[in-house]
């Protein structure tokens, strides 16, 4: 089976700007969680969504927002970018959310200038 | 709350050595307690998972992981490190039948010595 996809892999924008980025999960996974990364923060939990719903969702401002297509991909959207949201963003699906084990994408590399 | 501790920063262990990287955790009721693997510029890999059962979880590349409630600990081992192991090593919780999300530790960096 084919693993996690995220598109794009590298993005630079400047602040201000908008930006989506897309997750394909594994085929037959419902569940997809999405991930922030820095060196000060560690990783944080975004959102989590299962069967078009969002289940769960982080601590983060509003700026933030997600959805998932019937198809089970997702995509994540970061409005009004700030310097601090240059980060890596990951993407992890599994079967469900609740036991089942989560498998990660290689992740977006967002640089916002 | 459910929270995890990785105490380590840093963990650095010659090559052929036992390796050993430490993870308690917080959560009310029962855990389900991962651990991950980062490599630079990679997403995390999965290496094992606690939901029940027996204590001593065996998962890839020859690492195993003990389970011990009453210690609310979850330490990553294997008995004979490899350079190749050198890497980013991430703890996870998420309480059983919860709809809470999983929970990362800061996560430990290996270098095995040649």
């Known amino acids: 089976k084919a693993g996690v996809t995220q598109t794009p892999r590298y993005l630079i924008k400047t602040r201000g700007q908008q930006v989506t980025l897309s997750c394909s999960p594994i085929?037959?996974?419902?569940?997809v969680s999405w991930y922030q990364q820095t060196p000060g923060q560690g990783l944080q939990f975004l959102f989590e969504?299962?069967?078009?719903?969002?289940?769960n969702k982080g601590n983060f401002p509003g700026r933030f927002s997600g959805r998932q297509f019937s198809n089970s991909r997702s995509e994540m959207n970061v409005s009004t970018l700030e310097l601090g949201d240059s980060a890596l963003y990951l993407c992890?699906?599994?079967?469900?959310?609740?036991?089942?084990?989560?498998?990660f994408g290689p992740g977006t590399r967002l640089t916002v200038l | 709350a459910q929270s995890v501790a990785q105490p380590e920063d840093q963990v650095n262990v010659a090559e052929g050595n036992p390796l050993t990287v430490k993870c308690t955790y917080s959560v009310s009721g029962n855990p389900y307690l991962f651990w991950y693997v980062q490599y630079p510029n990679r997403g995390l890999q999965f290496l094992l998972k606690y939901i029940t059962g027996d204590n001593l979880v065996k998962g890839s590349y020859g690492f195993e992981a003990e389970f011990n409630k009453s210690q609310t600990s979850f330490h990553l081992k294997k008995p004979s490190a490899l350079v190749s192991d050198s890497a980013l090593y991430f703890c996870?919780?998420?309480?059983?039948?919860?709809?809470?999300?999983?929970?990362f530790g800061s996560g430990t960096q290996l270098t095995v010595l040649p």
């Open positions: 992890a699906s599994s079967t469900a959310p609740s036991t089942d084990t989560q498998y």
């Open positions: 996870a919780v998420r309480a059983s039948g919860s709809a809470r999300q999983l929970t």
């Open positions: 085929s037959g996974h419902r569940s």
């Open positions: 969504y299962f069967s078009e719903t969002q289940r």
